[in-house]
């Protein structure tokens, strides 16, 4: 589970050129929880966490959601298994900073830049890739049903990347700003669901697919 998670921060984090850019001042009001899929190369897929977004207004509140995610190794007559704390902080996009609640490592209740907190994958990747342009093709006719609602199915790529990705999206307005967005910031749409590369040391290990599995 901590390999997952290293890939999942490869992709967020290791970053060519670091560009400070702006973060939307109001997120409106609602909650969504996101899931994280990790997909190999060969197709495996696991889930490798499941996150609570509360936004309202300038602030972000990320909290575990269900049951603790449990990783396991099976060796020759051996069975390890782990719980995977999910961290929990509430982010001030004015202020650009994070409020820890509770994560390993940290102190309950500490302070710090969201430029500089690694754990968030979602607002410090729009925070310091807001000036990056993606390619984004729209063009599909193809449609989806979810939450009652039908999507559209995009694609994009990035200046870093050669493949195209997939991501579902709305243009109709909705009562908040989805978290998935932070990844394309300069698409205007309700991004519900994004593949992302995975990668290791600069080499497509597979792909992150962010996924929004319930909306309040």
């Known amino acids: 589970m901590s390999l997952l998670f290293r890939i999942f921060v490869t992709i967020a984090l ?10 939307p001042s109001d997120c409106g009001k609602g909650t969504v929880v996101i899931r994280l899929d990790y997909i190999s190369l ?27 995610l449990v990783s396991k190794y099976e060796g020759e007559a051996l069975l390890l298994e782990s719980y995977v704390a999910e ?6 996009l004015k202020s650009r900073t994070v409020y820890v609640r509770k994560i390993e490592g940290y102190n309950g209740q500490d302070t710090v830049s969201l430029k500089d907190f690694s754990f968030d994958m979602f ?9 990056e342009k993606n390619e984004i093709d729209t063009i599909n006719p193809e449609t989806i049903e979810r939450f009652g609602m039908l999507f559209k199915i995009g694609r994009y790529r990035t200046r870093y990347h050669e493949n195209w990705y997939n991501f ?30 995975a990668d290791n040391q600069g080499v497509p290990s597979g792909v992150i697919k962010a996924i929004i599995t319930d909306i309040e």
Do not use: H, W
């Not at 607002?123 to 807001?130: F, G, H, K």
């Open 14 to 23: 290791f970053l060519p050129v670091l560009v400070y850019g702006q973060l």
């Open 123 to 131: 607002y410090r990747y729009n925070l310091i890739m807001a000036d």
């Open 87 to 92: 961290p929990e902080y509430d982010i001030d």
């Open 168 to 197: 579902i999206y709305t243009d109709e307005k909705m009562p908040m700003v989805s978290p998935l967005s932070c990844f394309l910031s300069e698409f205007k749409g309700y991004i519900l669901e994004i593949d992302l590369q």
């Open 42 to 68: 060969n197709g495996d897929t696991s889930i490798f966490q499941n996150s609570r977004y509360e936004l309202s207004g300038n602030i972000v509140k990320r909290r575990a959601e269900g049951e603790p």
